[in-house]
């Protein structure tokens, strides 16, 4: 493999490249994202001659597969040109940002950026400048800062020429060799001497871009192919982020006119449950390898997904997932019509969905197909009560879908191992809500249609339902100040067993309210004890769980009296699905993975 080398040119030659399309950007990359404030502060370090870092480009013979594109506003020319010089594979945020600056946008909407003279010129009156001083108008500038406002975004416009009629406004633009004449022009008509000198010696000399400014540009040689691509980009990549193995697949396929970015937002705006099942594409894609007979793995996907199998298999994985959510969401609880934030585990989405199309293929008879399901469901919560999924992800995933297709094939005998030996461990009563323990105790919950106890209404996370959120019953806030015989170092309140679901505004009234004051507010609400009990009871609240919550003083023995029986409702739920509460001592790792943002209201 020949070695990189590194070239130190001009900044304006790289911007100049992009915006011809002499330097293009391979599919995987992410998509133009920068804030005004990022470009902003760019400009702020041009115009002070700052250094803005290295770049890195591929002049590999390989980087005709990666699906060159053009720079996001560089233009019709650019996106036209069939040939590149390079691809740029470190530094797509400075090149549009440098293109927004020099060049403006072109055949995309966004923001521009303009010098706000009125605002330059009231900071050189506030500081008392003598603008005739070189010294004093060096120093000023110097020390202006990017959030003094003296550079404004705006949209794009074409007559950029009426931003400074209008307001005051120069396009940054007008400051660079390319546009000299236009900013003689503006000059020339600016009846006030004293503005007219601002411009001249403060804006054109000391406030413009230095985009003559020398990088350092890395080139990699023309024998690097695809995986040392690969790697160099995840290794090397500033932003800190590694490439994902669905932007190399999508950079696979886009040759062969695959748009995979664009199929994904397609799928998932057809249907409903899938949409809240797969963050980036990947999901998808293990279905696909699996349809194909090939690994899961995350890592092996670049060479496991080709345009043959996925033109084949792509919208059937689709559709299988989806009915794998509406599965999970209406006999599971776990709410993906309407959320992702109760998924315990995502990756048993994919050998799941193609386990219930195996049901689908291989049953008719519907008891048969009621237990096939039934051992589905088993699947499900084992493998979050035993975090199954925690870590050696892909192997599990082929293996558990042959185990469980042999189960539902063969009975009892058949049973895997992994879910036979599961159990109910006293570890569910330290489980966090925003684990995957949690997680399986809140669907759980949720599947149960709860009822909120102010309103008395189904709530839940489902479609029509009210906005619901999950509430802390004895407050987190609340605990600190008011729990009888309260420690920092023998309580702990943020726990999935103490978690109830509530409309949105309940919750929002009872928020910092002791257990006592919420029960007397349900009861005021809906008027009778058995009442009140009833809706409780929808929420894993029995008659003693509610004859805690509504003494007068909760200490902190009543509380683990409260987790107690609450690990004993949740516990008999559980054992629904076949899993029987351990009988001896067992050693488990916390439940601390975190697969999706928390619900926690409180």
Request: glycine share 4%.
């Amino acid at each position: 493999m020949s070695a990189s080398k590194t070239t130190a040119v001009n900044f304006s030659s790289i911007l100049s490249k992009a915006k011809s399309g002499d330097y293009k950007l391979p599919a995987f990359q992410r998509k133009w994202k920068w804030t005004n404030k990022q470009v902003i502060a760019l400009y702020d370090s041009l115009r002070l001659n700052y250094p803005i870092g290295s770049f890195l480009v591929l002049t590999s013979d390989d980087g005709d597969k990666l699906g060159p594109r053009s720079f996001h506003g560089s233009g019709k020319k650019a996106s036209t040109q069939s040939y590149h010089e390079s691809l740029v594979l470190d530094g797509q945020q400075r090149i549009t940002a440098g293109l927004s600056i020099v060049y403006g946008l072109d055949d995309v909407d966004g923001s521009e950026y303009y010098i706000n003279v009125k605002t330059v010129i009231e900071l050189l009156k506030e500081k008392k400048v003598n603008i005739s001083d070189k010294d004093q108008v060096q120093s000023f500038c110097m020390n202006l800062d990017s959030d003094d406002g003296y550079l404004v975004p705006k949209k794009k416009r074409q007559d950029r020429k009426g931003h400074f009629d209008k307001s005051k406004l120069l396009w940054t633009a007008y400051l660079t060799e390319d546009y000299q004449s236009d900013l003689y022009d503006i000059i020339d008509q600016i009846a006030d001497e004293y503005e007219k000198a601002v411009v001249i010696k403060v804006v054109r000399q000391y406030l413009k871009p230095n985009v003559n400014i020398q990088v350092p540009v890395i080139e990699l040689g023309k024998d690097f192919d695809l995986p040392a691509i690969a790697r160099v980009f995840t290794t090397i990549n500033t932003t800190g982020k590694q490439l994902t193995p669905f932007e190399l697949v999508v950079a696979i396929l886009y040759p062969a006119e695959i748009h995979l970015e664009e199929d994904v937002a397609e799928l998932k705006s057809r249907f409903g449950y899938y949409n809240n099942m797969d963050k980036n594409g990947e999901i998808l894609l293990q279905v696909v390898a699996m349809l194909s007979g090939l690994s899961p793995k995350k890592s092996d996907l670049p060479k496991n997904i080709q345009k043959e199998s996925y033109e084949k298999y792509g919208e059937k994985a689709a559709e299988i997932l989806d009915k794998a959510g509406e599965f999970l969401t209406k006999s599971m609880g776990v709410g993906l019509d309407v959320t992702d934030k109760l998924i315990p585990y995502d990756a048993i989405f994919a050998p799941l969905s193609l386990a219930l199309d195996f049901v689908e293929a291989n049953f008719s008879d519907h008891v048969e197909v009621s237990s096939a399901k039934n051992k589905i469901r088993t699947w499900f919560v084992v493998s979050s009560l035993m975090q199954r999924y925690q870590e050696g992800v892909h192997n599990k995933q082929t293996k558990d879908l042959e185990d469980v297709k042999a189960w539902m094939i063969h009975g009892d005998s058949h049973k895997p191992q992994w879910i036979a030996s599961a159990y109910i461990s006293t570890n569910i009563k330290h489980a966090s809500p925003k684990g995957a323990i949690g997680k399986l105790i809140l669907c759980l919950l949720n599947a149960q249609n709860p009822n909120d106890p102010m309103q008395d209404e189904k709530i839940g996370f489902g479609e029509k339902l009210h906005q619901t959120h999950v509430h802390h019953i004895i407050p987190t806030k609340w605990a600190p100040k008011s729990l009888k015989n309260y420690t920092k170092n023998s309580v702990q309140t943020d726990l999935a067993l103490n978690t109830m679901l509530l409309h949105a505004k309940t919750n929002g009234d009872w928020l910092n309210f002791s257990p006592a004051a919420q029960y007397t507010q349900s009861l005021k609400a809906l008027e009778t004890e058995s009442k009140v009990k009833a809706v409780y009871s929808t929420q894993f609240l029995n008659d003693k769980c509610v004859g805690l919550l509504s003494k007068d003083s909760f200490s902190v023995e009543d509380y683990n009296q409260f987790i107690d029986e609450r690990y004993s409702i949740v516990t008999s739920k559980i054992s629904e699905y076949g899993v029987q509460e351990a009988t001896a001592s067992y050693s488990e790792d916390a439940d601390l993975e975190m697969e999706s943002p928390s619900i926690i209201s409180d």
